[in-house]
């Protein structure tokens, strides 16, 4: 079974208020374009969420959080949990984003739990995993990529309930990836070590994210076992977030 491309827009702290509102109302607009071709997802940050819901209702755009607590209610300031994201209209939420995992100090055992609190929440957890440029130039990436995988995945992983996104962390923000081949080599490592892990690994949505542009998104999208993108500074603009969403398949 083909798995369909899910294409991913992480706002990151942008986009609150109005300006989330109309760019939200900018992609509903356009995504009639790519239907069929891919899912769309954007990430409002958390106190945009509601109104960007209310804005793609009817759409075929989805929301997502962008993280949430591992526990459902309690005494955490500041903090959202995942039942409180899918009330808002999320269905998604990105766990373990490295910017998380770096400014936050969030270690594998976290963002398992968090993934945890999003699926009994009924989201579907956007786990993110990748390597630094210091783990790469020491030859360590499949060793970290496993041990992150065997770390954050909780149990009652499926392919229904999870994505996994690639998001090298020196490629994040930075006009740089990783070459097609060293994606693919990657993503075919994810993909063997959830199999050993989680049921029905060989449908479960394996993202590319790091510096995904228009330019890239056609060589990128199209390496194997990568069936999708998460994106961050070019989903900001309607126009090329909906040009990367053409160049999937
Ligand atoms: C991200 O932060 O998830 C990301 C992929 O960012 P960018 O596309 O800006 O590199």
Redesign the pocket.
């Known amino acids: 079974m083909a798995v369909k491309p899910l294409i991913a827009g992480?706002w990151?702290m942008n986009g609150g208020g109005g300006a989330g509102i109309a760019l939200a109302r900018a992609i509903a607009e356009r995504a009639p374009e790519v239907a069929g071709r891919c899912d769309l997802l954007v990430c409002p940050p958390a106190v945009a969420l509601a109104a960007v819901a209310e804005t793609l209702a009817g759409s075929a755009v989805a929301v997502g959080g962008q993280d949430c607590h591992g526990q459902s209610s309690g005494a955490h300031t500041g903090d959202i949990s995942a039942p409180m994201l899918a009330e808002a209209g999320a269905s998604f939420v990105i766990t373990g984003?490295s910017?998380r995992r770096g400014d936050h100090f969030e270690g594998n055992a976290l963002v398992r739990d968090k993934s945890a609190a999003a699926h009994d929440a009924g989201l579907i957890a956007v786990i993110c995993i990748g390597e630094t440029a210091a783990q790469r130039d020491g030859g360590q990436v499949f060793a970290v990529l496993s041990e992150q995988i065997a770390g954050s995945l909780p149990q009652g992983t499926t392919a229904a309930n999870t994505v996994v996104a690639y998001?090298p962390v020196w490629?994040?923000?930075t006009g740089r990836t990783p070459t097609a081949a060293e994606i693919a080599e990657a993503h075919a490592h994810i993909r063997a070590e959830i199999a050993r892990i989680a049921a029905g690994a060989a449908d479960l949505r394996l993202l590319y994210?790091?510096?995904?542009n228009p330019e890239n998104a056609a060589e990128l999208l199209s390496v194997d076992n990568v069936n999708g993108a998460?994106?961050?500074?070019?989903s900001l603009d309607a126009g090329s977030f909906l040009a990367i969403a053409l160049a999937a398949s």
């Open positions: 992480n990151k984003h910017e998001e490629a994040i923000g994210g790091g510096s995904v998460l994106i961050g500074g070019a």
